[in-house]
Nanobody, 125 residues
Framework: VQLQASGGGLVQAGGSLRISCAAP????????MGWFRQAPRKEREFVAT????????YYADYVKGRFTISRDNAKNTVYLQMNSLKPDDTAVYYC???????????????????WGQGTQVTVSS
């Protein structure tokens, strides 16, 4: 699965941005999708995930209520709508695809098998 993230940019604090991740091919709906981010000198961290059908989502506490993950399986695309952005949200954002373990809605944090190249989001104060 090839993942292509796009839509990053520079935004002022309090602003909004939507980033996208396209996955050409016919297998997109087989995978749960996630967004992760990595700020300079920090470890990569989980942001949000969405089930294969798009019916369930899960967020990290530090973005809950501000970010929304969604997907359009007809377009093989997952989105991350980011509102009320803060300078601490500045990072390279990566999309990832994974298959949940049997009985689980989402992959484990280390269970994402395919990764996009990342898109830079910079929030100015």
């Amino acid at each position: 699965v090839q993942l292509q993230a796009s839509g990053g940019g520079l935004v002022q604090a309090g602003g909004s941005l939507r980033i996208s991740c396209a996955a050409p091919g016919r297998t997109f709906s087989r995978y749960a999708m996630g967004w992760f981010r990595q700020a300079p000198r920090k470890e990569r961290e989980f942001v949000a995930t969405i089930t294969r059908s798009g019916s369930d989502t899960y967020y990290a506490d530090y973005v809950k209520g501000r970010f929304t993950i969604s997907r359009d399986n007809a377009k093989n695309t997952v989105y991350l709508q980011m509102n009320s952005l803060k300078p601490d949200d500045t990072a390279v954002y990566y999309c990832a695809a994974g298959v949940p373990l049997s009985g689980s809605l989402y992959p484990e944090t280390d269970g994402y098998d395919y990764w996009g190249q990342g898109t830079q989001v910079t929030v100015s104060s």
